[in-house]
Each structure stands twice: as structure tokens, then as C-alpha cells.
């Protein structure tokens, strides 16, 4: 079963850094999206991406953060200058068709962020 | 406002019992969509069943069922006969235009052997 995969599983970076995470969405899929998972808390949505541009995205969404979607395969978040309170689980999804469709979007595993 | 609530935090039952993990949610919106995600313990976020606002049947899938109520705003989840190997954490989502997913706090459910 294709499925959405994320590298790299574990990323520690030094605060003020910057740091690129890395998503393959499932090969069909339209709409990606970030979200983040601080630990022992909920998921929170960050970004949802669709057509090469950003379709919504979250307070949580600011201008240190980016996303991009560099070739027909790669989905990226980049953390431009990283703080402590940025250490948390990203995960990547993505989904097919339309976005008022009920197709569920499917999650990588995840890229646990540690800022230093 | 758009809001999913899990009330239960935690859960702890024995294998081989049912257990019932609620969820609640919140929408101003006529047409939404109601996920359930699993987080075992190895951290990834596992797909289980979607449900829109316009399907309130009920589903069995082997030892999972759901009971969707509009009237009440619930989508709740049932786990007949528990195994060790459903020791994880159920998130209850909502989907709503345009296009996010609402997670709930999640309940931690723990099967003892």
C-alpha cells in the first residue's frame, strides 16, 4: 500500500538554525499538508497545500516557517530560525481529489524535531 | 466555533473487554467529515474510519464499530474484546472546509494482559 514517507526520522538542530523536513506524499495525492504534535499534546494543523500554492494555513504558521514543493515528488517545511518551543513531532499527509471530498488524508510517520 | 472534544483522557481496561472512547464535536458547518487516527507507540498516525455529516450509519469493521449521532454531535468508538496490541492513543478529528483536520486531545487507552 503506497504511503507517505518522511525523512529524517529524528532531526536535532541548535537553536537559530534552520532546518529543512522532508515529505514524499502518496504518488496520486493533490493536497499536502503539515502538522505538528508537541509532545504529550494534540496534532495541530499548520499548513495545507494545494496547486503549488498555500491553501490555509495556521497561527501557528508564521513567517519563519515555509513549505515548498521543489519537484513532482518532494513536499518540504523549512523552520527558518529555529526556537526552543519548535520541538515537536512533524507530520507530513497528503490526500487525493477534491477537498471536499471525505478522503482522509494519510500521515507519514513523522520527523521528531529536538532544538538545542 | 469549529472544536472536538475527547473527554476521556485516559482509559485503562483488562484484555478482552469492550471499551468506548468518546468524541464530541463542535460546527457551525452543514457538510463535514469525521475521522478516527491511531497513535501507537512508535508515534505515526494511523487512519481507521471517516464518516460525513450526511452518513449516520453505523459501522463494524471485525472487532471496531462506530455510532455517529448528528442529534447529539458524537462520533464514538468501540473496541469489542480489547487486545494488548490496541494499547495506543485515539485521536477523533473533524475536517472542515476548506480544508483542515481539527484533532481532538486524544484519549490513551491501555490493554493489560
Known amino acids: 500500500e503506497p504511503e507517505v514517507t518522511q525523512t529524517p526520522s529524528h532531526q536535532v538542530t541548535q537553536m ?7 515529505c514524499v506524499p502518496i504518488s496520486n495525492h493533490l493536497y499536502f499538508y503539515w502538522y505538528r504534535q508537541i509532545l504529550g499534546q494534540k496534532v495541530e494543523f499548520l499548513v ?7 491553501s490555509e494555513k495556521s497561527e501557528i504558521f508564521d513567517d519563519q516557517f515555509s513549505v515548498e514543493r521543489p519537484d513532482g515528488s518532494n513536499f518540504t517545511l523549512k523552520i527558518r530560525s529555529t526556537k526552543l518551543e519548535d520541538s515537536a513531532m512533524y507530520f507530513c ?10 478522503q482522509p488524508q494519510h500521515f507519514g510517520d513523522g520527523t521528531r524535531l529536538s532544538i538545542l | 466555533a469549529q472544536k472536538v472534544t475527547q473527554a476521556q483522557t485516559e482509559i485503562s481496561v483488562v484484555e478482552k473487554e469492550d471499551v468506548t472512547l468518546d468524541c464530541v464535536y463542535e460546527t457551525r458547518d452543514t457538510t463535514y467529515y469525521l475521522f478516527w487516527y491511531k497513535q501507537p507507540p512508535s508515534g505515526e498516525l494511523v487512519f481507521l474510519i471517516r464518516r460525513n455529516s450526511f452518513d449516520e450509519q453505523n459501522e463494524i469493521s471485525g472487532r471496531y464499530s462506530w455510532n455517529f449521532q448528528k442529534s447529539t ?13 490496541d494499547s495506543a492513543v485515539y485521536f477523533c478529528a473533524l475536517r472542515i472546509v476548506p ?9 490513551r487507552l491501555q490493554v493489560f494482559p
Open chain 1, 48 to 54: 495545507s497545500f494545494y496547486n503549488n500554492e498555500i
Open chain 1, 93 to 102: 499527509a497528503s490526500s487525493e481529489a477534491s477537498q471536499d471530498s471525505n
Open chain 2, 99 to 107: 480544508d483542515k483536520l481539527i484533532f481532538g486531545t486524544g484519549t
Open chain 1, 16 to 22: 537559530g538554525q534552520e532546518v529543512i523536513l522532508r
Open chain 2, 73 to 85: 454531535s458524537s462520533f464514538n468508538f468501540t473496541i469489542t474484546a480489547s487486545q494488548v496490541v
